[in-house]
């Protein structure tokens, strides 16, 4: 009995070394292939951390970066890089209220869907808070406010969103009036762009200034 509670005693000091008091242990740093533009407008490619330490609303406040070759992660804030993306999601730097964020792009093309998460409640409890906006790249000069990011309000999202898609009215005319599914919204907006974004002359530059979808790679 004494050498069992002597090699009991053993184990838990070793767990108590291990595991300091008051010190939790780190997530090790999942990394996925990934880009940001920097603020000239070139792209650095390497790999971004995919397992954010706060959770998913981190992706909207910035992102961690290993850039090729040896180094290490390091964060990366909305003052250092104007868009970034990994694993088939892009984001792009907007203005939000007082602040910059990053919103994450659903559909891409000469009308624009985003999406914002945050922090917030949930039917009462801690959860993740979505904002969506849409914009017309392209918009003609008799709708040109259109070309300003639009906030929707879910609850007549489908009476804001029809001037963005009135050019190709049947795009609009399958969408819920009542419920707001951010993925059909996304599925009208994609088949709206079909129309415009078919060959390279009509691709639409949809970043704030000039960022291309594959930007040359950053020099020494």
């Known amino acids: 009995m004494k050498k069992l509670l002597s090699a009991l005693f053993i ?21 996925t292939p990934g880009y940001y533009c920097n603020l000239k407008g070139d792209t650095i490619k390497g790999e971004v951390q995919s397992n954010p330490l706060g959770g998913e609303a981190d992706f909207y406040k910035g992102f961690s970066f290993k850039a090729k070759g040896p180094g290490k992660v390091v964060a990366i804030s909305p003052k250092k890089a104007k868009c970034y993306g990994f694993d088939g999601r892009n984001f792009i730097l907007m203005p939000l209220e007082d602040t910059e964020v990053y919103v994450e792009y659903l559909s891409k093309g000469r009308v624009c869907f985003y999406e914002y998460k945050f922090d917030g409640q949930v039917m009462g409890q801690p959860g993740i808070e979505s904002i969506y906006f849409i914009q017309d790249t392209k918009a003609d000069q008799s709708s040109i406010e259109l070309r300003d990011l639009k906030r929707l309000n879910p609850k007549f999202y489908k009476k804001e969103i029809k001037p963005y898609l009135k050019d190709q009215i ?15 919204v996304a599925n009208s907006v994609n088949e709206f762009n079909k129309y415009y974004d078919s060959g390279p002359a009509n691709k639409s530059e949809v970043e704030v200034e000039r960022v291309t979808d594959e930007p040359k790679e950053e020099t020494e």
């Open 170 to 184: 049947a795009t609009w005319e399958n969408l819920d009036k009542f419920t707001f599914r951010k993925e059909q």
């Open 11 to 31: 184990a838990s000091t070793a767990v108590m070394i291990a595991q300091p008091k008051g010190k939790d242990p780190k997530m090790a740093p999942t990394l």
